[in-house]
């Protein structure tokens, strides 16, 4: 039997989950050799919330981290979260963006791309899957598991079918919730081996600690790779930590037994841990423990931790459980759609309207949209008042075609935009100029010779993904920690890291 294979999260997901996406490259970069050289499958660096928060709040242009990494770490192959259509964003982009994309990121050395879509509407991830293939890369189709009465393993395995006549390399079945339980996670992971032959990947997290189970039920049931992290951007609401897996995984016959160096896992782990640490502002014990509130209320724990911050700026914080309460309503009456970014903060804010002013008496455009089947073809039927509600409002019909072929290409326009801000045209800037125009137009200035303290960015719109951390006030720079031996040191001014090396003198 092949032992299991790792991938590992801690450069994305790990600290997406656990530190608000706040990792900067510069703090990535001293763990690369020591992560390279543990052979894990792959190492998942990029995409999600990632360049979002380069561009927002880490002044960092996200393909020159790539470039880095990728430099930094030659040898396992890199792996990356793309939303389909939505790109890195959440709204639907045209095919030679998402083409574009898709090609500057292959050429910056991305080798498996992760492509999901938040209603699990093939149609908006075979614009980017034919892109993959076309730069010669990886391209991993997913399910995104949720629970509802029209979410059924048969549809997942169809789905798995599906993805694999569409010319897709792998499978993900992606559990962004932690919701799976680990006889699902065999019956499904059982189910796709005996359909389809290309790998599957397990991806879950520890929100409400199934994850661990999970993954060993589907090391059972034949899963080619599942995915850990490193301690202390691991478990809880991330994904569990690699010497957790290992040791419970300890005397099956597909346990990497020998793989993954515990020396350099403690070396990982500790050199982590001062990254952690720098990062405290963006850290909350509240995520570092297993909760089962997010079995409770089927939401994600990131989506869960943030809620209780939108409410409490909403002085509403005493109504949250009546809001997480109204959230299935509003699942079932936008046709049950899984909550991932963007879908979770779509049904959240509009959970958090309805409980505010009545049901529906205020709809969202977002919400709108849904109804009108612009983000795809919903699970399960969407309520039929309500969309008649939405097709009034917008004074349009429901479209039942795939979005996206409604949609002018931009690549042009947005090159011409560059050149007249004065920016070079090239495909990269126009792609994130794109999805993140002012956050790309502020890392592009050119800079004072001293960063001034900056007011607190606002919270970006894929916050419900991600965990609650409130944009902290930029106050005093922090203190200078550094890690390991050595005389290099990182010095954080204003949430970015400056490396600065010190010098003793007599
Ligand atoms: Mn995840």
Redesign the pocket.
């Known amino acids: 039997m092949k032992p299991v294979i790792f991938n590992n999260t801690v450069l994305r997901?790990g600290h997406q989950?656990l530190a608000a996406t706040r990792m900067t490259t510069a703090q990535m970069l001293p763990a690369c050799a020591d992560l390279d050289g543990l052979g894990f499958g792959a190492l998942e660096t990029w995409g999600g919330a990632t360049i979002d928060s380069c561009l927002r709040f880490l002044g960092e242009n996200p393909f020159e981290r790539l470039g880095k990494l990728k430099a930094a770490l030659p040898k396992t192959p890199h792996m990356m979260l793309l939303r389909g259509q939505n790109i890195v964003q959440y709204t639907s982009f045209p095919d030679d963006v998402v083409t574009a994309f898709v090609k500057c990121s292959a050429e910056r050395g991305m080798d498996i791309f992760r492509i999901f879509d938040a209603l699990n509407d093939t149609r908006n991830l075979v614009t980017a899957v034919k892109a993959v293939k076309a730069a010669g890369k990886h391209a991993q189709g997913v399910i995104c598991y949720t629970t509802s009465p029209v979410h059924t393993v048969d549809m997942f395995l169809q789905l798995g079918v599906e993805l694999e006549a569409m010319g897709c390399d792998s499978i993900c079945v992606k559990d962004?919730a932690g919701l799976i339980p680990p006889h699902i996670a065999h019956t499904l992971i059982k189910g796709l081996k005996e359909r389809v032959k290309i790998p599957i990947v397990l991806?879950s997290?520890d929100t409400a600690g199934l994850a661990g189970a999970a993954y060993y039920a589907a090391v059972d049931a034949g899963v080619d790779s599942i995915d850990v992290s490193i301690t202390p951007f691991a478990n809880g609401t991330g994904q569990p930590d690699t010497v957790r897996m290992v040791a419970l995984l300890e005397g099956h016959p597909r346990c990497p037994t020998g793989a993954y160096d515990p020396g350099v896992l403690q070396r990982l782990r500790d050199y982590f841990s001062g990254v952690y640490a720098d990062l405290g502002k963006f850290t909350s014990p509240a995520n570092e423990r297993v909760d089962s509130d997010t079995l409770c209320y089927q939401v994600p724990g990131g989506m869960l931790s943030n809620f209780r911050n939108q409410l409490k700026e909403q002085n509403m914080a005493d109504k949250f459980d009546q809001v997480m309460l109204e959230i299935p309503y509003v699942r079932k009456c936008l046709g049950w759609i899984p909550l991932v970014t963007p879908t979770s903060q779509i049904v959240g804010t509009q959970a958090m309207l309805n409980v505010k002013f009545g049901r529906w008496k205020n709809l969202s455009q977002p919400a709108i949209d849904i109804l009108l089947g612009k983000y795809g073809r919903t699970p399960g039927p969407v309520d039929p008042e309500l969309l008649a509600m939405a097709e009034k409002k917008a004074g349009q019909k429901r479209i039942e075609g795939r979005a996206a072929d409604l949609l002018e290409p931009r690549m042009d326009k947005l090159k011409a935009e560059l050149k007249e801000k004065g920016f070079p045209a090239t495909d990269e800037l126009a792609v994130l100029h794109a999805m993140f125009p002012q956050e790309l137009a502020k890392v592009l200035a050119p800079k004072p010779a001293v960063a001034p303290a900056s007011p607190a960015p606002a919270a970006p719109p894929s916050a419900a993904a991600t965990p609650a951390v409130p944009a902290a006030p930029v106050a005093a720079p922090t203190p200078v920690i550094g890690h390991g031996p050595g005389k290099k040191y990182n010095l954080t001014l204003g949430g970015r890291v400056y490396p600065v090396s010190v010098e003793e003198v007599a």
Do not use: N, V
């Open positions: 997901d989950s962004m991806h997290h």
